[in-house]
């Protein structure tokens, strides 16, 4: 019989909605359920596509004994971390206090009051390598709970308030400049990897949003060790197995230095953030490869993250049917030389094997290959390649394809408009640019309420309980920023305002210039979570001031413009130290310290080619952060359009910053040097 779960819209939870464990969703009846019967909570978080949430459920919360146990002595409360990062967030941190890692699932023991007591992540369901079972953990929280209460209530008691105490101090709100940037430029170098791209050891996460800082810092100063870290990288992992070579897209992260075998789960999140990097990097150097992986990456997106309502979905998994009925990581994406004899015949096969780097003892497991490009002398026939690719892509989409979780997360669908909007307007692909455009018009009529006020995810058309968080907000202007710039719409400006000025109102402390991830009217956790720290997305702070930095160079807010500015205090103290994980903060910086470059494009009609022409070229600078506003002559969609007239007839560019204008021009040579000077 299905628990409370069956209920909820999260595929995560809804995988769990059959177990034996009589689950609760988060929710203020179950902590007074643990408050009337004197249980400790136990609180699980996970996501649906994260291997280990899917073992432990197999082992314990499938299993009927740990079951029984579990519904005699705890309340038990799931949570999907994607549709509650703030519940996330808070715990995690604790987690990360107490044991120095952490990591999902994430197990967490409370009391009905919430306070953590116990932590850990996966437990295995017999002891195993120094970790107890999950049943020896369960006995001894029941022991302590029952017979040494006072101390649980100590030592949660100790631990909120020192989760309290970790409030972040960040020096002033001064925005960072030239030597905080220099400074952090330096600390990347120092931990580049210089023979396989990218920073730091195993596993390797894609960089994508140190990679931008490095494209913008080159823009800005002509660094060329800056574009030279940034070009090397985006080779190495669009040659490496993290990048699916058939279908295109990239895995999570690689479990090896030399990007070879991926965590094969696709966040979209990851392919939104990457596609866009690319994209840039075409934009900065015209490399092929970074051309082919940017379109690569945004046919993936819409082909197979899609919704049926316009959004995009969050993720694939990273387990398949293996044919025989056991679900394996990787399934659907490695192959054997029999496999690739069998789809292509003998002779075809050797081409591909070499092409892609399949051995015979395999670069993966059970002598399986993850499909690379290494780099080799021989030159390869491209019609050839490209017809063994499409025969293997064919043969693949005849295998049990990876479970995709249906939700559509806001801040997420807000990066990969601003992704698909962009890549279409470079690449001349107005599907791509329609794509984002349907996703957007999602948000405005699912997830936006008539103050303006956003909601964190939908599925199937149904708008989820859960309010969205400072990123969602952050991202989803970013989005709706890109795309006025790449359309010429200036209501995705307005709706940016909107959004923003709830930044403004319900998460920035009004003196200090801090950003929360929650707004102060929300649900109380046992601390307000608050992390400026890139990681696998912007933090909603950093995005927050990039988008308040955007709208300001859009409309002239003043108050967007400050708020931006005391935002950036954080990558001012973070940047030098820790610039792996302040990417998109410094990102931001480099824009602010550019300007950014405002630019105006009017002519006679927008469909005008000349017109059209001038805008692309404008959308092409690789100017930090710069912004364009496309117009007709005493058009009110954009503020950047007021006051700009034609010259002598013919579509004009109109480019300031820092209150300085140059002189209008209706060459396109002449903006495209403004823009790259």
């Given at each position: 019989?299905?628990?409370?779960?069956?209920?909820?819209?999260?595929?995560?939870?809804?995988?769990?909605?059959?177990?034996?464990?009589?689950?609760?969703?988060?929710?203020a009846?179950?902590?007074?359920?643990?408050?009337?019967?004197?249980?400790?909570?136990?609180?699980?978080?996970?996501?649906?596509?994260?291997?280990?949430?899917?073992?432990m459920?197999?082992?314990?919360?499938?299993?009927?004994?740990?079951?029984?146990?579990?519904?005699?002595?705890?309340?038990?409360?799931?949570?999907?971390?994607?549709?509650r990062?703030?519940?996330?967030?808070?715990?995690?941190?604790?987690?990360?206090?107490?044991?120095?890692?952490?990591?999902?699932?994430?197990?967490?023991?409370?009391?009905?009051?919430g306070?953590?007591?116990?932590?850990g992540?996966y437990?295995?369901?017999?002891?195993?390598?120094?970790?107890?079972?999950?049943?020896?953990?369960?006995?001894?929280?029941?022991?302590?709970?029952?017979?040494?209460?006072?101390?649980?209530?100590?030592?949660?008691?100790?631990i909120?308030?020192?989760?309290?105490?970790?409030?972040?101090?960040?020096?002033?709100?001064?925005?960072?400049?030239e030597?905080?940037?220099?400074?952090?430029?330096?600390?990347?170098?120092?931990?580049?990897?210089?023979q396989?791209?990218?920073?730091?050891?195993?596993?390797?996460?894609?960089?994508?949003m140190?990679?931008?800082?490095?494209?913008?810092?080159?823009?800005?100063?002509?660094?060329?060790?800056?574009?030279?870290?940034?070009?090397?990288?985006?080779?190495?992992?669009?040659r490496?197995?993290?990048y699916?070579?058939?279908?295109?897209?990239?895995a999570?992260?690689?479990?090896?230095?030399?990007?070879?075998?991926?965590?094969?789960?696709?966040?979209?999140?990851?392919n939104?953030?990457?596609?866009?990097?690319?994209?840039?990097?075409?934009?900065?150097?015209?490399?092929?490869?970074?051309?082919?992986?940017?379109?690569e990456?945004?046919?993936?997106?819409?082909?197979?993250?899609r919704?049926?309502?316009?959004?995009?979905?969050?993720?694939?998994?990273?387990?398949?049917?293996?044919?025989?009925?056991?679900?394996?990581?990787?399934?659907?994406?490695?192959?054997?030389?029999?496999?690739?004899?069998?789809?292509?015949?003998?002779?075809?096969?050797?081409?591909?094997?070499q092409?892609?780097?399949?051995?015979?003892?395999?670069?993966?497991?059970?002598?399986?290959?993850?499909?690379q490009?290494?780099?080799?002398?021989?030159v390869?026939e491209?019609?050839?390649?490209?017809?063994?690719?499409r025969?293997?892509?064919d043969?693949r989409?005849?295998?049990?394809?990876?479970?995709?979780?249906d939700?559509?997360?806001?801040?997420?669908?807000?990066?990969a408009?601003?992704?698909?909007?962009?890549t279409?307007?470079?690449?001349?692909?107005?599907?791509l640019?329609?794509?984002?455009?349907?996703?957007?018009?999602?948000?405005?009529?699912?997830?936006?309420?008539?103050?303006?006020?956003?909601a964190?995810?939908?599925?199937?058309?149904?708008?989820?309980?859960?309010?969205g968080?400072?990123?969602d907000?952050?991202?989803?202007?970013e989005?709706f920023?890109?795309?006025?710039?790449?359309?010429?719409?200036?209501?995705?400006?307005?709706?940016?305002?909107?959004?923003?000025?709830?930044?403004?109102?319900?998460?920035?402390?009004?003196?200090?210039?801090?950003?929360?991830?929650?707004?102060v009217?929300?649900?109380?956790?046992?601390?307000?979570?608050?992390?400026?720290?890139?990681?696998?997305?912007?933090?909603?702070?950093?995005?927050?001031?990039?988008a308040?930095?955007?709208?300001?160079?859009?409309?002239?807010?003043?108050?967007?413009?400050?708020?931006?500015?005391?935002?950036?205090?954080?990558?001012?103290?973070?940047?030098?130290?820790?610039?792996?994980?302040?990417?998109?903060g410094?990102?931001?910086?480099?824009?602010?310290?550019?300007?950014?470059?405002?630019?105006?494009?009017?002519?006679?009609?927008?469909?005008?080619?000349?017109?059209?022409?001038?805008?692309?070229?404008?959308?092409?600078?690789?100017?930090?952060?710069?912004?364009?506003?496309?117009?007709?002559?005493?058009?009110?969609?954009?503020?950047?359009?007021?006051?700009?007239?034609?010259?002598?007839?013919a579509?004009?560019?109109?480019?300031?910053?820092?209150?300085?204008?140059?002189a209008?021009?209706?060459?396109?040579?002449?903006?495209?040097?403004?823009?790259?000077?």
């Amino acid at each position: 019989m299905p628990n409370r779960l069956a209920h909820e819209t999260s595929p995560y939870l809804l995988q769990h909605a059959d177990n034996p464990v009589d689950w609760w969703p988060w929710s203020a009846e179950a902590f007074e359920e643990a408050r009337k019967a004197g249980k400790p909570v136990l609180l699980s978080v996970g996501y649906s596509s994260c291997h280990w949430c899917h073992v432990m459920a197999h082992e314990s919360f499938e299993d009927r004994a740990t079951a029984e146990y579990l519904n005699e002595h705890f309340v038990s409360v799931k949570v999907d971390r994607e549709e509650r990062p703030d519940v996330d967030a808070v715990y995690m941190e604790a987690v990360q206090a107490a044991t120095g890692q952490g990591g999902w699932p994430m197990t967490v023991f409370l009391t009905p009051e919430g306070e953590p007591f116990y932590f850990g992540t996966y437990f295995p369901p017999t002891p195993r390598q120094g970790s107890p079972s999950f049943r020896q953990v369960l006995e001894g929280v029941r022991a302590a709970w029952t017979d040494r209460r006072d101390e649980v209530a100590e030592v949660a008691g100790k631990i909120v308030r020192d989760l309290a105490g970790r409030e972040i101090s960040y020096g002033d709100s001064q925005a960072p400049g030239e030597e905080e940037l220099a400074g952090a430029l330096l600390g990347l170098t120092r931990e580049y990897d210089a023979q396989r791209g990218g920073f730091g050891g195993a596993p390797k996460f894609p960089p994508s949003m140190v990679v931008e800082f490095l494209l913008r810092h080159h823009a800005r100063t002509g660094a060329e060790g800056a574009l030279q870290m940034a070009q090397d990288t985006c080779e190495r992992m669009a040659r490496g197995g993290i990048y699916d070579q058939l279908g295109g897209g990239f895995a999570r992260y690689s479990v090896d230095r030399d990007w070879v075998v991926p965590h094969f789960e696709k966040m979209l999140y990851d392919n939104a953030l990457l596609c866009r990097v690319y994209a840039h990097l075409w934009r900065s150097t015209g490399s092929e490869l970074a051309r082919r992986v940017a379109l690569e990456t945004a046919d993936f997106m819409v082909r197979e993250l899609r919704t049926n309502e316009g959004g995009f979905a969050s993720a694939l998994d990273a387990d398949s049917d293996d044919g025989s009925g056991r679900h394996v990581e990787g399934a659907y994406y490695a192959w054997t030389p029999r496999q690739l004899t069998a789809v292509l015949g003998a002779e075809d096969a050797e081409l591909a094997a070499q092409y892609f780097g399949v051995t015979d003892e395999g670069t993966f497991e059970h002598g399986s290959s993850v499909l690379q490009l290494p780099q080799q002398e021989g030159v390869f026939e491209a019609g050839k390649v490209e017809s063994v690719k499409r025969r293997l892509l064919d043969a693949r989409a005849e295998r049990p394809a990876p479970g995709r979780d249906d939700k559509v997360v806001a801040a997420w669908n807000g990066l990969a408009i601003a992704a698909l909007a962009e890549t279409g307007a470079y690449f001349d692909r107005p599907d791509l640019v329609e794509a984002a455009v349907g996703a957007a018009d999602l948000l405005v009529r699912l997830h936006l309420d008539e103050q303006a006020r956003l909601a964190r995810t939908s599925k199937d058309g149904q708008v989820g309980a859960n309010a969205g968080v400072l990123e969602d907000y952050a991202d989803v202007a970013e989005g709706f920023l890109a795309l006025a710039s790449v359309t010429g719409e200036g209501v995705w400006l307005e709706f940016a305002g909107f959004l923003l000025d709830h930044v403004l109102a319900r998460f920035a402390d009004p003196e200090s210039g801090a950003l929360y991830d929650t707004a102060v009217d929300a649900e109380r956790l046992i601390r307000r979570p608050q992390d400026p720290t890139d990681n696998a997305t912007p933090s909603g702070w950093t995005a927050a001031a990039g988008a308040l930095l955007s709208y300001a160079a859009q409309t002239g807010a003043q108050p967007h413009r400050a708020a931006a500015e005391k935002a950036l205090g954080v990558v001012k103290a973070l940047g030098p130290r820790v610039p792996r994980f302040i990417g998109w903060g410094l990102a931001v910086a480099e824009a602010l310290l550019d300007g950014p470059r405002e630019v105006a494009i009017v002519g006679p009609a927008l469909d005008d080619e000349a017109t059209r022409a001038l805008h692309r070229t404008a959308l092409l600078g690789a100017a930090p952060g710069a912004v364009v506003a496309l117009g007709v002559p005493e058009s009110d969609e954009f503020p950047l359009l007021a006051d700009r007239p034609l010259v002598d007839g013919a579509p004009t560019a109109y480019v300031c910053r820092n209150f300085t204008c140059d002189a209008p021009t209706t060459d396109g040579d002449r903006l495209r040097a403004a823009l790259n000077s």
